[in-house]
């Protein structure tokens, strides 16, 4: 009892100060509920009183003019966008051809530059048909998820992908310009100095954050909580902000694991919602949406499997790692609620209801 009531005064404080006007609160949601055919998801997207998601797909073209939509109505990407539109969502698509240690470009393109101009006019001509078909129902939409991630470690080619980006964001104001268009950053992995490239061209600033935790040192999850200490979640988050300038903040990913050998905590978890919630009232005004990373943990042996496959036997090394990415869920792998399920639900009707 004595620990909660000292997190919900950490919640107080941070929320405290001149009152601001009002605002339109900022859409929140959690993963990719509610899922197509998934009855539990959309009963947990009902229940938390979800309105935001963030749908992902690729620039997926085989060959030249060869889209996965064909020349047919039955799109079930497209229903999916609507039937979520006329539900009140605000809707968010990444496509994933960029992606932290990824690159994906259509078979036929492999190997050119991305600023060639053979790919340009290509990109161009695939996000005009995408934004036909999809745009009226897309509020944000990304070229990449934590790109810097891969550009760190192939900075030759981050000038080519500022013009790639400069000549998607041009398809985009023409053809919709309604639609607000940013690319994901993470919190790591010098975020600012990749900003300053493609700020000019973009309409919001896109981050993702996971609290830090003992994945490769010692690094506690409750100094992440704590507003003394350098680590302290809320500084990254207002830093993001100071980076997105005069533009909103959409915070595409946000997580906090769960497990002990990471040095946290399904309580600390919860902590960090109540907290993050707070937070959001705060900053309202400046944030374009929110969503929490995962509704349900991801089967160890499974995430084990599938990263031992793509990097190979190194990544057992890092078994941090691997406990990091699956246990930052509101719900253990077998579906039940960590504390944190509720505490999300109670910090969204609270931030709705003091606004």
């Given amino acids: 009892m004595v620990k909660m009531t000292l997190w919900a005064a950490l919640a107080a404080a941070i929320i405290a100060g001149p009152a601001t006007a009002a605002t339109t609160p900022v859409p929140i949601g959690l993963a990719g509920l509610p899922r197509s055919g998934d009855e539990d998801g959309d009963k947990i997207a009902k229940e938390l009183g979800l309105n935001f998601i963030l749908e992902t797909t690729t620039w997926d073209e085989p060959k030249e003019g060869d889209y996965p939509w064909a020349e047919s109505d039955d799109d079930p990407f497209a229903v999916r966008l609507a039937g979520l539109k006329k539900q009140g969502y605000t ?31 290509r990109w161009g001509a695939f996000l005009k048909e995408f934004l036909a078909r999809y745009g009226d129902s897309i509020d944000f939409l990304n070229f990449g998820h934590q790109v810097n991630g891969y550009f760190v470690k192939h900075e030759d080619e981050w000038p080519a992908f500022v013009r790639f980006v400069a000549a998607g964001a041009y398809v985009v104001r023409k053809e919709k310009p309604k639609v607000s268009f940013g690319v994901v950053l993470k919190d790591t992995d010098d975020p600012a100095k990749f900003w300053r490239d493609i700020a000019p061209v973009c309409s919001h600033f896109a981050g993702t954050y996971t609290v830090p935790c003992s994945v490769i040192e010692r690094n506690p999850t409750s100094l992440a909580l704590n507003p003394k200490q350098a680590t302290f979640f809320g500084k990254t988050l207002d830093g993001m902000l100071q980076m997105a300038g005069r533009r909103k903040l959409l915070l595409a990913e946000v997580g906090c694991a769960t497990h002990p050998s990471l040095d946290s905590s399904p309580e600390l978890q919860a902590q960090f919602i109540q907290v993050l919630l707070a937070w959001l009232r705060r900053n309202e005004g400046r944030v374009a949406a929110l969503s929490y990373v995962g509704d349900k943990d991801w089967p ?41 399920y509720d505490a999300f639900k109670k910090a969204i009707e609270e931030y709705r209801r003091r606004r």
């Avoid at 994933?96 to 790919?119: A, F, S």
């Fill in 300 to 340: 160890y042996e499974a995430t084990k499997g599938v990263l031992k496959q793509a990097l190979g036997d190194e990544i057992l090394k890092y078994r941090g790692f691997i406990r990091l990415l699956s246990s930052r869920g509101l719900r253990y792998e077998d579906g039940k609620k960590k504390p944190a």
């Fill in 91 to 121: 809707i968010c698509v990444t496509l994933k051809n960029m992606e932290d240690d990824k690159k994906r470009m259509p078979l036929y393109l492999e190997g050119r530059p991305l600023d060639d101009t053979q790919v340009l006019k």
